[in-house]
């Protein structure tokens, strides 16, 4: 069975560029996770949703970041514009029965210039 | 004070020891507990969850929750060098999922 997918692995931007970072979870589970991995600060959650459904945003850093799940097998998190504090690991988790037992995808090493 | 607390190491232990590893946490109501492991360049990985006092063994590892003194730990027996990466606690508070920052173990051959 397929893990989590993440796309692309790696996006080198400009600052002010947008950002589009893609995940598509495990089939059949119905949570799904966004979080950032800096030296810093660790791994840091920023939303998640159950049945596509955004259930905490809380750990969204600001306006600039946004994340949608259009259906069960995608969502995307945003960043318009983006800034060199930005650079960061992003990850995408899915679970199958809330916020527990979580299975990581491959992540997207983002570097903002 | 954070939510989840870790000693960041880094923890050398030789091959074929015992290595301990701790984590602590700051609410009481917190629900559930597990601890993934990372390599380095790599995504976490789920190795244990534990959800009530006591201990829950799977196959060389052990994990020990104390939810009085609110601190859950990982034992891992008989180290391999394989072992060697970075050891992240996480703790679910009602609809938030903590991560602690991670303790490096390194198990040398």
């Known amino acids: 069975d397929a893990g989590v997918i993440q796309s692309p692995r790696h996006e080198v931007t400009e600052m002010g560029q947008e950002v589009t970072l893609r995940c598509k979870p495990i089939?059949?589970?119905?949570?799904l996770f966004w979080y950032r991995q800096t030296m810093m600060r660790g791994l840091e959650l920023l939303i998640y949703?159950?049945?596509?459904?955004?259930?905490?945003d809380s750990g969204m850093p600001e306006d600039r970041f946004s994340a949608k799940m259009p259906n069960a097998s995608f969502s995307t998190l945003k960043i318009q514009p983006s800034e060199p504090r930005d650079s960061a690991v992003y990850f995408c988790?899915?679970?199958?029965?809330?916020?527990?037992?979580?299975?990581f995808g491959p992540g997207t090493r983002l570097t903002v210039t | 004070q954070k939510e989840v607390e870790q000693n960041s190491g880094p923890l050398s232990v030789p091959e074929g020891a015992i290595a301990s590893l701790n984590c602590t946490y700051s609410?009481?109501?917190?629900?559930?507990f597990f601890w993934y492991r990372q390599y380095s360049g790599k995504s976490p990985e789920l190795i244990m969850s534990?959800?009530?006092?006591g201990d829950k063994e799977d196959g060389r590892f052990t994990a020990q929750l104390n939810k009085a003194s609110q601190y859950v730990s990982l034992l891992i027996r008989d180290s391999q060098p394989s072992d060697s990466a970075t050891y992240l606690c996480?703790?679910?508070?009602?609809?938030?999922?903590?991560f602690g920052t991670g303790t490096s173990l390194t198990v040398i051959p």
């Open positions: 996480a703790v679910n508070t009602g609809n938030q999922f903590y």
């Open positions: 609410d009481r109501g917190s629900q559930s």
């Open positions: 988790a899915s679970s199958l029965q809330g916020p527990y037992e979580q299975y």
């Open positions: 949703f159950n049945n596509n459904v955004p259930i905490d």
């Open positions: 089939s059949g589970h119905d949570y």
């Open positions: 534990i959800y009530s006092n």
